[in-house]
């Protein structure tokens, strides 16, 4: 059981730290030690959540691994969250499931859990990994997870049903050492594009600044809400388009995409979604690691010809102002696309602490 009724949490695979970012917005979980071997990802965790121990290197290292356990034992670790990459869960795979050198590093995260015996962990990955291959290695998971001597329930979150301005499936398997806890049910409600960003539509191309004032007052509840902890505004830096870019930007009208661009400009980009425009009145679709490329998606402002800024993107992500990003563009890009979005995680945490507050 718990003890004093607190999660003492273990992040493998952090990236920035949205999961555990999220999870701390209920005051019975903290993270004290979270792992992953991108340095300008995990320095970003840490100058965000310094009181936890953040340990830089490969899971696949018997020294990283040591390290890590050692800190998550002397600081009695009692739940794990992550989401290990799995590039070989595919028909190709079958043949090795979790032995396949790709699918390693779910095999890692797997054996953290042997190793801790936590009372509870999460595990975060793609849709896909439920269903491919007829469920084949959906079905090794949960073999494996049982066979620890779990209970667990799973399924697809969307985190447009938990205050997340964008669509966005992800795998969810919350596995209880004591009980089953089920997935978060979420609401209809939806928070849109002008919820998220209509406060920050001011910047132009290759304009704005790491640290800058707020130009206007905030203009929704979520707004507020993602203001509430933060005097001023950073990462609101627009990328410095090509002269190309900016004219297909300008032929494409608000809220529209490359329709209307000529044929000769459309590119060889196979998806129809690519030079797309956000819709104010709606979600966005998934945020990836490439949103500051208008040829990447549907990641340019509804109306301004630019792409969203990594500040407006961690708004869609549901990041609070007050959590900065730190690195080049490109990295910060990709620790923003590849985030659990907070307000997903927070509704995990507040399930999880429903179930066991009883």
């Known amino acids: 059981m718990l003890d004093n009724k607190e999660f003492r949490i273990l992040d493998l695979f952090c990236g920035a730290g949205g999961f555990s970012y999220g999870m701390h917005k209920n005051p019975h979980f903290t993270t004290v030690v979270a792992l992953d071997f991108n340095e300008q990802a995990a320095n970003t965790f840490k100058k965000n959540m310094s009181f936890a121990d953040v340990v830089t290197g490969d899971i696949k290292e018997s020294s990283v691994r040591e390290k890590v356990l050692k800190v998550a034992k002397e600081k009695k670790v009692n739940m794990i969250i992550g989401g290990p990459p799995c590039q070989g869960f595919s028909l190709k795979g079958k043949k090795l499931g979790l032995k396949d050198p ?22 975060e990955n793609v849709k896909s990994l439920l269903t491919t291959a007829d469920g084949w290695f959906k079905d090794e998971i949960l073999d494996y997870i049982h066979k620890l001597g779990y209970c667990v329930d799973y399924g697809v979150l969307n985190a447009k049903k938990f205050g997340v301005p964008q669509t966005r499936e992800r795998a969810i398997f919350i596995c209880s050492k004591t009980r089953t806890v089920t997935l978060p049910d979420g ?54 388009h090509s002269k190309l870019a900016l004219e297909k930007l300008a032929m494409i009208p608000p809220e529209k995409g490359k329709e209307y661009l000529p044929d000769e400009l459309k590119g060889n980009q196979k998806f129809g979604t690519t030079w797309g425009r956000l819709v104010w009145d709606d979600v966005s679709p998934t945020i990836d690691t490439r949103f500051d490329t208008p040829s990447n998606g549907t990641n340019s402002h509804p109306v301004l010809n630019r792409s969203i800024t990594p500040r407006e993107a961690a708004r ?23 985030a659990v979005p907070p307000l ?4 995990i945490a507040n399930q999880i602490w429903g179930m066991y507050d009883e």
């Open 102 to 123: 790709r699918n390693y590093l779910f095999l890692e995260y797997l054996k953290f859990v042997e190793e801790i015996k936590p009372e509870i962990f999460v595990i």
């Open 187 to 240: 609401t209809d409600d939806i928070v849109t594009i002008r919820d998220a960003i209509s406060d920050l539509g001011y910047l132009e191309s290759a304009q704005g600044e790491f640290e800058s004032d707020y130009m206007n007052e905030p203009m929704s509840a979520y707004q507020k809400k993602m203001r509430s902890n933060s005097d001023k505004l950073y990462n609101h830096v627009a990328s410095n």
């Open 316 to 338: 869609i992500q549901s990041f609070g102002d007050d959590f900065i990003f730190y690195g080049a563009r490109r990295a910060i890009s990709a620790q923003i696309g590849n």
């Open 344 to 347: 997903m995680a927070e509704a």
